[in-house]
């Protein structure tokens, strides 16, 4: 048979969850209906970012976030189509969501499992057409079933993840995850409705040449930062910065890079959220062979005590984070 005349359209995401499923001796099915149901509002949300300039959903929503931060309209809207999706999914018991102050009760009580997200990160991007991400990670509650999810169900620092993805909305949309065996990548087609296989298997750089930060804060940024970026410069490196997370930190992974948001006087803990931006980036890029640090710490290993609590992120290739880590140690030893 003459398969040239057709070639394989390649595995889809559905496919390769359920493959990977054997993974988890003891699997039941619920962690890839979760995973199903986060692609499901992925490809929603996708569909309403590309159609924004067309639908009165670019701009301001007219509310402020817990974070105090302008909320989008988009925000608000990917906000509902991942609650939605997760909540009918049936598997997930509570959500915590930059977009909400309190945890979200999804009513199944009976879900084996937490998700931490922000729904829609650098949303500010979204009227001027860069790239914009939804990150997301899940945990295993802890509470005995048959209720509503509880506060230490949420508050599990990011060892205890058992998935973290992202999804890039970019020159084209992309869900990257993992679930503890390794970073796939998968491509949206939107003709047909499908992610497909398309970055199996990412592994990072162990080092790099590019550097993602907001120098516009520099002066108030920790001298141990301060001598890293001299450092960057005397080197040669690239400076690149999108100011959108997701995209800085999926070039970074696929290239080799490191970003850096430290501690600032506007941002006194940093500005990245632990439970949902660090913690679910920190899972991938280890998992990925890079690393993710407070420059002093292990990001996976804060115990988290509030559930928007901020840190500083150093993340991305092993020995650049290493790098900035020995700068901030030897600061650290002449302060
Ligand atoms: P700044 C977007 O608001 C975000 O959370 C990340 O996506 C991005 O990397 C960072 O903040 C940009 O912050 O202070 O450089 O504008």
Same mark, same amino acid.
């Given at each position: @048979?003459?398969?040239?005349?057709?070639?394989?359209?390649?595995?889809?995401?559905?496919?390769?969850?359920?493959?990977?499923?054997?993974?988890?001796?003891?699997?039941?099915?619920? %962690?890839?209906?979760?995973?199903?149901?986060?692609?499901?509002?992925?490809?929603?949300?996708?569909?309403?970012?590309?159609?924004? &300039?067309?639908?009165?959903?670019?701009?301001?929503?007219?509310?402020?976030?817990?974070?105090?931060?302008?909320?989008?309209?988009?925000?608000?809207?990917?906000?509902?189509?991942?609650?939605?999706?997760? /909540?009918?999914?049936?598997?997930?018991?509570?959500?915590?969501?930059?977009?909400?102050?309190?945890?979200?009760?999804?009513?199944?009580?009976?879900?084996?499992?937490?998700?931490?997200?922000?729904?829609?990160?650098?949303? *500010?991007?979204?009227?001027?057409?860069?790239?914009? &991400?939804?990150?997301?990670?899940?945990?295993?509650?802890?509470?005995?079933?048959?209720?509503? &999810?509880?506060?230490?169900?949420?508050?599990?620092?990011?060892?205890?993840?058992?998935? !973290?993805?992202?999804?890039?909305?970019?020159?084209?949309? @992309? %869900?990257?995850?993992?679930?503890?065996?390794?970073?796939?990548?998968?491509?949206?087609?939107?003709?047909?409705?499908?992610?497909?296989?398309?970055?199996?298997?990412?592994?990072?750089?162990?080092?790099?040449?590019?550097?993602?930060?907001?120098?516009?804060?520099?002066?108030?940024?920790?001298?141990?930062?301060?001598?890293?970026?001299?450092?960057?410069?005397?080197?040669?490196? *690239?400076?690149?910065?999108?100011?959108? %997370?997701?995209?800085?930190?999926?070039?970074?992974?696929?290239?080799?890079?490191?970003?850096?948001?430290?501690?600032?006087?506007?941002?006194?803990?940093?500005?990245?959220?632990?439970?949902?931006?660090?913690?679910?980036?920190?899972?991938?890029?280890?998992? !990925?062979?890079?690393?993710?640090?407070?420059?002093?710490? /292990?990001?996976?290993?804060?115990?988290?005590?509030?559930?928007?609590?901020?840190?500083?992120?150093?993340?991305? *290739?092993?020995?650049?984070?290493?790098?900035?880590?020995?700068?901030?140690? !030897?600061?650290?030893?002449? *302060?």
């Amino acid at each position: @048979m003459n398969d040239k005349l057709a070639l394989p359209v390649g595995t889809t995401l559905d496919r390769f969850i359920m493959r990977k499923q054997e993974d988890f001796p003891y699997a039941t099915g619920e %962690l890839s209906q979760l995973l199903r149901d986060i692609a499901l509002a992925a490809k929603i949300v996708n569909r309403e970012i590309n159609r924004a &300039g067309l639908l009165d959903v670019t701009g301001a929503y007219g509310n402020q976030n817990v974070q105090g931060e302008e909320q989008q309209k988009l925000d608000v809207i990917a906000n509902i189509r991942f609650i939605r999706a997760l /909540r009918n999914g049936g598997e997930v018991c509570a959500i915590i969501s930059e977009e909400e102050e309190d945890i979200i009760q999804t009513g199944n009580t009976k879900g084996k499992y937490i998700v931490a997200m922000d729904p829609l990160d650098g949303s *500010s991007n979204i009227d001027v057409n860069v790239s914009i &991400g939804t990150i997301f990670s899940v945990y295993r509650r802890t509470s005995e079933t048959g209720c509503d &999810g509880t506060l230490e169900d949420c508050l599990q620092n990011g060892t205890r993840q058992i998935a !973290a993805g992202y999804i890039v909305y970019g020159s084209s949309t @992309m %869900l990257v995850y993992t679930t503890g065996h390794g970073v796939n990548g998968f491509t949206y087609e939107p003709s047909l409705g499908e992610f497909f296989l398309s970055h199996p298997n990412i592994v990072t750089p162990r080092t790099g040449k590019i550097y993602s930060c907001n120098e516009g804060s520099a002066n108030s940024f920790p001298d141990g930062v301060k001598n890293y970026l001299n450092y960057c410069k005397e080197e040669g490196y *690239s400076g690149r910065y999108i100011g959108s %997370l997701v995209a800085d930190f999926h070039r970074n992974l696929l290239k080799g890079g490191v970003y850096i948001y430290p501690a600032t006087a506007k941002a006194p803990n940093g500005k990245l959220r632990l439970m949902y931006e660090c913690n679910s980036l920190a899972f991938i890029v280890e998992q !990925a062979g890079g690393k993710a640090s407070t420059g002093t710490k /292990r990001v996976m290993e804060i115990e988290p005590t509030e559930l928007h609590q901020r840190c500083p992120l150093v993340i991305g *290739s092993a020995e650049m984070v290493e790098k900035v880590e020995e700068f901030m140690k !030897a600061e650290a030893l002449v *302060s």
